[in-house]
């Protein structure tokens, strides 16, 4: 199971991290990723990163603006967005790898947690 | 970037009517292609992996085929529980690369 927090309302050039908090499953064996939604865009993949942490990706629209990371020891997978922008706006998902290396095979996910920024 | 084109963006199908959607890749991706449901404040469901393979727990009339550029997906015996939003993703090369969905209705 995944459960997302720390989304809300901030304003253009505000930060949020987002919390995923992971259960059911060795949690130091996947590697894990964030993916966003929009009625406008669609799915699209975020970041991610391996399961020791060692390796991470970006897509290039956050690239320089987010960070990802995770803290093995509590299970838990952690985004840093800073600088925001309107384009930002979306629902965001955690989801598991299917192994230690990034497949990008996106299973399961959590059920989200929505990012609003606006003025 | 692979650019990932689905079509059509959206349809309108009877229950158990056979449904088809396709999914073009902009360079070759082998068969590193997933296939996902989506319906709206549910978290998106894994259908099918590596283009062809069932995830598990996902019901039989669900179904891939492809490699390469092109890939279908493929509801034999559509069902009311069956109307989402499907989106191919590559998972060949980074940056994973999501098609812009079709949307499934019953007629």
């Known amino acids: 199971q995944l459960l997302e927090s720390g989304g809300g309302w901030v304003q253009p050039g505000g930060s949020l991290r987002l919390s995923c908090e992971a259960s059911g499953f060795t949690f130091t064996t996947y590697a894990m990723n964030w993916v966003r939604q929009t009625p406008e865009k669609g799915l699209e993949w975020v970041s991610s990163?391996?399961?020791?942490?060692?390796?991470?990706f970006y897509a290039d629209s956050v690239k320089g603006r987010f960070s990802i990371s995770r803290d093995n020891s509590k299970n838990i997978l952690y985004l840093q967005m800073n600088n925001l922008r309107a384009e930002d706006t979306a629902i965001y998902y955690c989801a598991k790898d299917s192994r230690g290396g990034i497949t990008a095979r996106f299973d399961p996910w959590g059920q989200g947690t929505l990012v609003t920024v606006s003025s | 970037d692979v650019q990932m084109t689905q079509s059509p963006s959206s349809l309108s199908a009877s229950l158990g009517d056979r449904v088809t959607i396709t999914c073009r890749a902009s360079q070759s991706i082998g068969t590193f292609l997933n296939w996902y449901q989506y319906k709206s404040g549910k978290a998106p469901k894994l259908l099918i992996y590596a283009a062809s393979t069932l995830q598990g727990g996902v019901p039989s009339r669900f179904s891939g085929s492809g490699s390469g550029t092109d890939f279908t997906l493929t509801i034999s015996t559509l069902q009311p529980e069956d109307c989402a939003t499907y989106y191919c993703q590559q998972s060949a090369n980074a940056p994973w690369t999501f098609g812009q969905g079709t949307k499934v209705e019953l007629k």
């Open positions: 990163i391996s399961n020791s942490g060692a390796t991470t």
